[in-house]
């Protein structure tokens, strides 16, 4: 492990955010093990739980006491003071809605056409950088600009979701059908990067070891039980497993903190990347 | 001999006086008939009776909307409200829009731009039905290119004039779609003065140079449409439309906003008046002349004295937000008086439509707890 010689010195860490914290919860036993010298604290809501939860003086709390109160949520409010890193978990960056606008318009400029609306680079930017920056706004708008922050955005679904089938991926799998998807979703990333950054707050991409291609994720990292022979109700493409959660912590500690793991901690995590 | 304006008595007759003798025809005439009750005593922004719809128009209503910027705030006003108004080409999602404005999306029904004139709208019509091909339809910007027809919807412009003509051939074909699924058509006229070209007549809705192009005066001419010019395209815009939409009615306004520039010889206030005044005619003769062409007087109700210019902005030619909002009252005052009250009931809570589905959003959590 580097940069943590000092023994008895450990950095509160927090996960927090929709249900996609779900994947460093269950991971949290391989991160105990290997960051002893991190304290890591997880505080998960769904969805729309999170985005209507209230963030005053720096404290998070729950808008409606009522809400699914989940097993491991031992609190409806944390305070996000004692932390040195605030990892924000599952930001989507209206990704369902870049995804359908590139997938059913034709760019003017790229080479191949389908029959469907042609729509300019420059518009298309725009309209990614419109979208993208309202999002940027709202997150700095609702938390501030906060040097402690990493925002994570949310996994981009399983490969398999492709498939037809419950939770098919439809406006992924148009997506993927398009000779130009890659170099779009690149560029849609660069304007996460570039206009994170311009708003003093920090963005932490999907490692690349996770994906499957530009914009999917490997199917490895798919939780059990929940693929297309499950029951419908429980299929689901977009939440990922500890695996997951592990790996992206891991390079989120190595991005801020230049930390890597210990022990057999280590050689797991360097089995996931190869 | 004079005038009833001059011979008329100055308001109504009290109810007494009129039991007993009427001293004139306009005795028995209601306060809107009459300046001093109607226009100088009235609040501007809530005159009364100074619409008075020819048919009804419901929030179901499929609504198309064009014509010159003012048209921009009716078709806005109407989106906002959650009536049935047509958009063919806007893409779906939470695209501010700001900058869907600045790429000529969710202005109007099709991504056409500003349309000044019925000449400009006739003449994208016949194209769109293949029986005219405008000249010169692509221009330059530098070493980029737009089309001519359309200049503000790609203000970088396009990398080559292919470019422009594939993305005209599909708006078009929108175009075309939205009329054939259209029960009203809303116009707002805005101009009489264009340029055209010499040759063919094709008309452009800026001058060649302002925008993009470059101006030629071999190529391009000035004209100024008179009203029997302007009145013969209304005619023929209503014959088109009724052939390839049966049934569909027109709604015709005129724009309260001042020209920027003339180039008629004229001053710029002449020609205004002068504009605004054809344009008018044009618009009243219409809906006096059929049963499925109305007149809906925006331009009356933020030119009008008694607003002493308050709908006019510092620049004394665009229209204020409170211009925008009374003349949009009276309109949805005429056509669906309890909006307000079906708009509270009925406006969605904001949906995230980003969101993850919340049963899994569960289901994982859940599962995150037991392991």
């Known amino acids: ?274 | 001999m004079k005038s009833a304006s001059n011979s008329a008595p100055r308001g109504p007759v009290p109810q007494h006086k009129r039991e007993t003798i009427l001293v004139s025809p306009y005795d028995t005439l209601p306060a809107s008939a009459f300046w001093r009750s109607g226009v100088a005593e009235a609040e501007p922004s809530a005159v009364e009776g100074l619409y008075l719809p020819k048919f009804p128009i419901t929030r179901e209503t499929k609504i198309m909307t064009a014509g010159s910027c003012f048209a921009q705030h009716v078709h806005r006003a109407l989106v906002a409200r959650d009536w049935a108004v047509i958009d063919m080409e806007t893409p779906k999602g939470p695209i501010p829009r700001e900058v869907l404005t600045r790429f000529g999306y969710g202005m109007y029904s099709a991504r056409y731009g500003n349309i000044y004139t019925p000449r400009q709208m006739l003449q994208l019509l016949r194209e769109a039905l293949g029986d005219v091909t405008p000249a010169e339809p692509v221009w330059s910007l530098g070493a980029r290119y737009v089309d001519a027809q359309r200049p503000n919807v790609e203000p970088e412009g396009l990398e080559r004039p292919e470019h422009v003509r594939q993305a005209r051939r599909v708006h078009l074909r929108r175009m075309l779609r939205a009329i054939k699924g259209a029960e009203v058509f809303v116009f707002t006229l805005g101009l009489t003065e264009v340029w055209r070209h010499r040759d063919s007549g094709t008309v452009y809705p800026t001058a060649p140079g302002t925008l993009a192009g470059s101006y030629d005066p071999g190529i391009y001419e000035f004209h100024n449409f008179t009203l029997p010019e302007v009145r013969e395209d209304l005619e023929q815009l209503r014959t088109l439309l009724v052939l390839l939409r049966p049934g569909i009615r027109m709604v015709l306004t005129v724009s309260p906003v001042p020209l920027t520039a003339t180039a008629s010889g004229k001053h710029v206030l002449v020609s205004t008046a002068s504009s605004k005044a054809v344009l008018r005619a044009a618009a009243g003769e219409m809906a006096d002349s059929y049963g499925d062409v109305d007149y809906f007087p925006s331009y009356e109700l933020i030119t009008n004295p008694a607003a002493r210019g308050r709908f006019y902005k510092e620049n004394l030619r665009s229209v204020t937000d409170e211009g925008v909002a009374a003349a949009m009252r009276m309109f949805f005052q005429a056509h669906d008086p309890q909006g307000e009250a079906y708009r509270a009931a009925n406006t969605p809570l904001p949906e995230e439509e980003d969101e993850d589905d919340d049963l899994v959003c569960e289901e994982a959590l859940i599962e995150a707890a037991r392991s």
């Open chain 1, 1 to 274: 492990m580097t940069g943590m010689s000092d023994k008895g010195l450990t950095q509160k860490v927090l996960i927090v955010g929709t249900s996609h914290t779900g994947a460093f919860y269950m991971a949290r036993e391989r991160i105990k093990t290997g960051y002893p010298g991190l304290e890591v604290s997880y505080f998960g809501m769904p969805g729309r739980v999170f985005s209507a939860a209230l963030f005053e003086d720096g404290i998070l709390r729950m808008a409606d006491i009522s809400a699914r109160q989940l097993p491991w949520m031992d609190r409806q409010e944390i305070d996000f003071a004692p932390f040195s890193l605030i990892i924000q978990v599952g930001e989507r960056f209206t990704l369902n809605h870049v995804m359908r606008l590139m997938a059913f318009h034709d760019v003017l400029e790229e080479d191949e056409r389908s029959g469907r609306a042609p729509m300019s680079s420059a518009a298309l930017t725009a309209f990614l950088t419109g979208m993208v920056q309202s999002r940027v706004d709202h997150i700095r708008g609702r938390f501030g600009a906060d040097d402690r922050y990493c925002i994570l955005p949310a996994p981009y679904p399983l490969a398999r979701s492709t498939a037809p089938g419950p939770k098919h991926e439809y406006g992924l799998t148009a997506l993927s059908l398009r000779s130009f998807a890659d170099r779009w979703m690149a560029r849609y990333e660069e304007i996460i990067s570039e206009r994170m950054q311009a708003a003093g707050l920090d963005v932490f991409l999907q490692p690349h070891e996770t994906r499957a291609g530009q914009f999917m994720t490997q199917d490895r990292y798919a939780r059990p039980g929940t693929d297309l022979t499950a029951p419908e109700g429980q299929v689901d493409h977009r939440h990922m497993n500890s695996d997951y959660g592990w790996q992206v912590f891991c390079a989120i500690a190595e991005h801020r903190l230049g930390l890597t793991p210990e022990g057999d901690a280590l050689s797991t995590q360097q089995q996931m990347t190869g």
